[in-house]
């Protein structure tokens, strides 16, 4: 049997990860999460994980912890591969949606996910990005 | 707030010279005829040469006048040209009183009943100049005609007898009667200055108090909305949480559940799911609102109605809807993607929702016949709306009542957010509806939209 795949989740709602946890680990994906960010890199760095859930996490003055957050995975040569897939609330469930330009030329992440995800679509997004491998956005980033 | 009061007297203040000296072409012109009419049809015995010559330097200056005030008009410092706005206007009013003077003393000097007009200068002054500036040229005023009444009476100046117009025995200027005018005139323009002044400043105060109030309105109100928006981002949070941990438990996932107690988690599940969605309404609108400026793009409106009409597409095909577009492939505006977005989605969405099985909905998007916009329409064979709520739609949270029957979970906030997003692309919304035959909305909007950010300063 092949290893399990991991899974890493950041996601300030405790409950939430509670939540995805059960929904990841029914389908036999091993998860761990961290609370913040800052908690969750050298986690990453240990771990290795095959694909990371990062929540967009709202600042304070419509900042975007999230998106920081995964640039900062983008610029880091040993962690540019893990595909990370985005939670967010905001507006996701209108088609067309986008984030402001300012936010970049590309967003730095893999796929987005509605929230909350239904289990079925958190299931269906995963296990895509899973079977995908490494980040598609690595060829763009070192090209 | 300083500021503002500024603004608003800088304004008027430029476009009070311009007032001023469109009055001045009325007054050149009406010199011109009263001099003309007295020589020539009343044969008064006036010296047509200074009255002539004194109405032609009024055109010149008036002209340099104009000329240099636009060429000034586009400089950018609004409070120095506020200043100069003033200074400008206290020298032409001083201007104005020499040469009028002028007038006066070769038309019979203290004995011309258009000594008078001396009035309309003070009452210009007030509205233009500060109190302080305004009794200074009441006073340049009674000086010149002092100096008129004094020089003629002691003969330094010639004087000019209406002969004609008074009786000859007026001819001669007695000290009682230069005291006499000089005094009537002198305190009929202090009481003018007076009282236009007071007025004037009440008007600029009232004016100015006005403005803040419309600013702290404002203000408030996006202050209001910024705390609908926390407080809705909050509650979503939380409701998304409460959301995913049932989905876990009715999906068996923390094992298998008796069904009374599925059913329990069902109802508490999809209370939950409605709450979502009134909260995601009320942040979209609060954050509509709270929004100041609207970060603006160029759009191509065919593919955001497409995304949006695919995302429809379950529910159009589950009630076998018959749904037409026709949106120009080059229709283009100016304006905030994710409002546009909301707006289409709405919409479209209401349309889908309230039309029943087998309904039509078309979609068109089109140039406007009036050059500049755009228009949007959707219409559909839906339930309709009665007149007397048609003017209630766009209100928050209100829910016509027919709508209501079919859909208990609308939130009456969908309109009220397609309002807001239309008003804030300068935009009008109208809807033509027919109970139980079906709905119209159109949208009108701008082309370009001014991007954020270069809104005045560009032009």
């Known amino acids: 049997m092949t290893n399990p795949k991991k899974v890493f989740i950041i996601e300030d709602d405790i409950d939430l990860v509670e939540a995805m946890k059960a929904i990841l680990e029914a389908r036999g994906i091993q998860v761990q999460a961290a609370y913040q960010p800052d908690d969750g890199l050298e986690l990453i760095r240990q771990e290795n994980p095959d694909l990371i859930i990062l929540d967009v996490m709202f600042g304070k003055e419509g900042s975007t912890l999230g998106f920081d957050f995964a640039r900062e995975l983008r610029q880091d040569k040993a962690l540019c591969h893990i595909p990370i897939l985005m939670e967010t609330a905001v507006n996701a469930e209108y088609p067309g949606f986008t984030f402001s330009p300012k936010d970049g030329a590309y967003l730095p992440v893999d796929d987005f996910i509605n929230k909350p995800a239904r289990p079925d679509e958190l299931v269906e997004k995963v296990e895509k990005l899973l079977e995908a491998g490494a980040s598609r956005l690595v060829e763009n980033l070192y090209n | ?459």
Not at chain 2, 373 to 383: M, N, P, Q
Request: include cysteine; proline fraction near 3%.
């Open chain 2, 1 to 459: 707030m300083y500021s503002i009061h500024i603004d608003i007297h800088e304004n008027t203040c430029s476009e009070r010279l311009d007032w001023l000296m469109k009055l001045r072409w009325i007054a050149s012109l009406m010199v011109f005829a009263v001099i003309t009419v007295s020589i020539h049809l009343f044969h008064l015995s006036l010296p047509a040469g200074p009255l002539y010559l004194g109405n032609i330097i009024l055109a010149v200056y008036n002209t340099i006048f104009w000329w240099y005030i636009h060429k000034t008009h586009n400089s950018s410092n609004q409070t120095n040209n506020n200043h100069k706005a003033q200074t400008f206007a206290n020298q032409q009013i001083s201007i104005d009183l020499l040469l009028l003077s002028y007038f006066i003393h070769y038309s019979g000097g203290l004995e011309n009943p258009f000594i008078f007009y001396f009035i309309f200068h003070m009452v210009i002054a007030s509205i233009l100049l500060t109190p302080k500036t305004a009794y200074f040229q009441a006073t340049l005023a009674i000086i010149l005609l002092a100096i008129i009444g004094f020089s003629e009476w002691v003969n330094l100046l010639p004087h000019y007898h209406l002969a004609g117009f008074l009786h000859p025995e007026a001819c001669n200027l007695s000290v009682t009667f230069t005291a006499g005018v000089l005094f009537s005139i002198g305190s009929t323009l202090y009481l003018t200055v007076f009282l236009a002044t007071s007025i004037e400043q009440r008007l600029r105060q009232r004016e100015v108090e006005l403005a803040e109030a419309n600013t702290q309105l404002a203000e408030q109100d996006r202050l209001k909305s910024q705390y609908v928006l926390t407080v809705s981002h909050d509650l979503r949070s939380s409701l998304s949480t409460i959301q995913s941990c049932l989905t876990v438990v009715l999906n068996n996932l923390t094992g298998e559940i008796p069904i009374p107690a599925r059913e329990m988690i069902s109802r508490a599940a999809q209370r939950a799911d409605n709450l979502i969605i009134f909260v995601k309404d009320l942040l979209n609108l609060s954050r509509i609102r709270a929004l100041k400026d609207l970060e603006k793009v160029s759009l191509k409106l065919k593919p955001c109605v497409n995304k949006i009409t695919e995302h429809w597409q379950m529910q159009i095909s589950e009630k076998e809807l018959d749904v037409k577009m026709n949106v120009s492939d080059d229709l283009e505006i100016t304006a905030n993607q994710e409002a546009i977005v909301e707006m289409l989605s709405n919409l479209i969405g209401n349309a889908v929702r309230y039309t029943p099985r087998s309904g039509k909905i078309k979609i068109l998007g089109i140039l406007d016949k009036e050059p500049g916009f755009i228009l949007l329409s959707v219409s559909d064979t839906g339930i309709g709306i009665h007149p007397e709520d048609i003017q209630k739609i766009y209100n928050d949270f209100y829910r016509a009542k027919n709508a209501e029957i079919l859909d208990k979970n609308g939130t009456g906030l969908g309109l009220s957010i397609v309002k807001q997003i239309v008003d804030a692309h300068n935009g009008s919304i109208w809807v033509e509806s027919t109970v139980g035959v079906g709905s119209t909305f159109n949208i009108k909007l701008p082309i370009a939209n001014a991007m954020e950010g270069s809104s005045d300063d560009k032009s």
